[in-house]
């Protein structure tokens, strides 16, 4: 076959065609015929990436087993289609295996950007950009991704060496065992990650994949059995891997090695007890951008705030900053990692404005400006426990939206009225087998017990094409978000699904529980699922429980279309703004191209809740458990279309509350109204006085 993908089989058709190699039943080996390549297994991605295919070469696979002749049919059928890469991902550049930014394409334009906010030729761009270049007192302008004012010394990431100690070996054995507790906890850590950004991206996949590679495991397998200790095994092994893409002559592929060893070196810090990069000092970290686990492992009593070259406001790293309360700027462009380190620098998460040596009448507003907010933020931390009710007596629950019982409980801290979005899938990633249903009702009973007994949201499983579960590998799809995920998921793997309402069922009866249905699109689906539900109760036995309440995810916008013939069965609906945002304007909402495009402000996303909140009448709830939710400017707005919930990052709760307490219900109402007649994003932002 020839390979006809822009950029050959770099990471993402090379992690396509791996994946779909580990669910056939069959043992399917490839090679670069153009090259002469030895014969490589398809399960391994390192060795399928390092196989050099370019564009316009030729591949061949050959495979044996019990379904030899369909695993191979399978695989010329993925070729056939391009690795399922569109023609507008292929012409991007490939995508990396870490959360580097692709060079060479449209977002490239971020950079650009930047680089003309800074010198003094923007054009505009993502806040109201400002003149000057990286001389004192000069204003830049990125994308807000994080609200607060930061100010403070810049700052640089830094990690501690590694060294691989010369120490004998123990047994073979033991060694194989420290290599498998560091690839578990390693694991986990990304497990852990996908669940705090409530959606997994292809980076994560790519990386398990790698540390599941079979080529590099048999390689440290031999190694150990040889009597090498398990850090030099480790070691040896992937830098073998790295400079075999060190040495192809594809650029694309050649500059892979550094991701390689950003991977070979997470693990060998878990091998060595190592901790990863660090901040000296405090101040305002300056990068380039950052992974999920680098803005996870900030520590917001060090770091005041983060400005980044690239990234966009809807990456993991920006929702991770928000959780955490770290206020940030993104999408600056590459001129400000020319900052030397120690230059004061200030910047508003909320605007995106950046100041670097800004002159010191300047500091002392934004210190005003920064005391002000942290004096708001006091008052409403001090009645974040009391209920949000607007002026004129409208109540609108606040609640959190949690990945694990450590979210609850930071949600009960922060006075959230209810968790109104668990995501469950941090019980069944990163395992060989699903939880079985004792597992599953313990973990929604120590949420709920965190919560002390207040109503806990348990979404079903929410994975798919784009987050598989390597126990139930699913076919290869073209676009895994318009595939086979949420609910579509689970109602063709019904055991999956009964397990989950088995479990709320049980912990049901003992405190309030909703059960909330993911990538719902139409009806049959919902009673389906719904009559599930009843078998369940009607095994169990007892009837009903009396505080179990059945609603939707309205992330499909025909399902937001056609929220009255979901009402008659249901108890409330909740809008995913994430989801919904994507597909009404068909923008990816991690690519940072699309950043000023992906806003969930946009009039015609607004007009799709406003249908939902139409077509749900007055018995049905409408909340939003999406980033829209927890915009303190979207408040008002939100509860004049009629939304009675708002589900947040669990730090984002008072706040929220408060922006509610502020909030009239007739004003809001007007305000909605003027909204939905705006052209676009920033013409709402502007009418509620937000920056973006």
Known sequence: MVVRNRHGLHARPAARLVALARSLDAQVRIRNADTGSPWAPATSLSRVATLGVRHGQRIEVRASGPRA????????????????????????????????????????????????ALSGRAEGGPAAQASGGTGAGQPAAGWPASPGIAIGPARRLSAAPLAVPDVPAR??????????????????????????????????DAHLLLLDDDDLLAEVRSRTDAGESAPRAWAAATDRIAGEFEALADPYLKARAADVRA??????????????EVVAGSG??????????????????????????????????????????????????????????????????????????????????????????????????????????TRDGVTVEVGANVGSPADARAAAEHGADLVGLIRTEFLFLDRDAAPDVAEQEAAWREIAGALGGRRITVRTLDVGGDKPLRYLPAPVE?????????????????????????AVVRVARDVPVSVMFPMVSTVGELLRARRMLDDVIAREGGGPPAGLRVGIMVEVPSAALKAATFAPYVDFLSIGTNDLTQYALAAERGNPALAELADGL????????????????????????????????????????????????????????????????????????AALGRPDAAAVRALLGAGR
């Open 69 to 116: 002749r369909a695993a191979v049919d399978r695989v010329v059928a993925l070729a056939g289609r391009a690795f399922d890469e569109t023609e507008e991902t292929a012409g991007a550049g490939p995508q990396p295996w870490a959360a580097d930014q692709p060079r060479g394409g449209p977002a490239d334009q971020a950079e650009d950007r930047g680089r003309a």
């Open 171 to 204: 047994e073979p054995a033991r060694e194989w065992q420290r290599i498998g507790d560091a690839l578990t906890a390693v694991r986990h850590d990304l497990a852990r990650l996908r669940a705090a950004t409530g959606g997994e991206g292809s980076i994560f």
């Open 263 to 276: 991977v070979a070196d997470q693990t060998l810090r878990a091998l060595l007890g190592v901790p990863g």
């Open 284 to 389: 305002v970290l300056i990068a380039a951008d950052l992974t999920p686990a680098g803005a996870a492992g900030l520590d917001p009593g060090r770091i005041a705030g983060v400005l980044l070259a690239s990234g966009s406001p809807a990456a993991h790293s920006a929702i991770l900053l928000r959780t955490r309360g770290i206020p940030a700027v993104v999408g600056a462009g590459p001129a400000v990692l020319e900052i030397a380190d120690g230059t004061p620098v200030a910047l508003d998460g909320r605007t995106g404005e950046v100041l670097v040596a800004p002159a010191e009448p300047v500091l002392a507003e934004l210190r005003a400006r920064a005391r002000d907010q942290e004096s708001r933020r006091r008052h409403a931390a001090g009645r974040a426990a009391a209920p949000a009710v």
């Open 478 to 502: 073209a676009n895994p978000f318009l595939g086979v995920r949420g609910l579509r998921y689970t109602l063709r793997h019904p055991a999956l699904l009964t397990d989950q309402l088995l």
């Open 602 to 673: 946009d009039p015609g996303v607004l007009r799709l809740i406003d249908a939902a909140c139409r077509g749900a009448g007055e018995r049905v709830t409408v909340a939003v458990c999406g980033e829209l939710a927890g915009d303190e400017a979207a408040a008002p707005l939100l509860t004049g279309l009629g939304v009675r919930e708002l589900s947040v990052t669990p730090p984002a709760v008072p706040a929220i509350k408060e922006a509610v307490r502020a909030t009239d219900r007739a004003a809001a109402a007007d305000l909605a109204r």
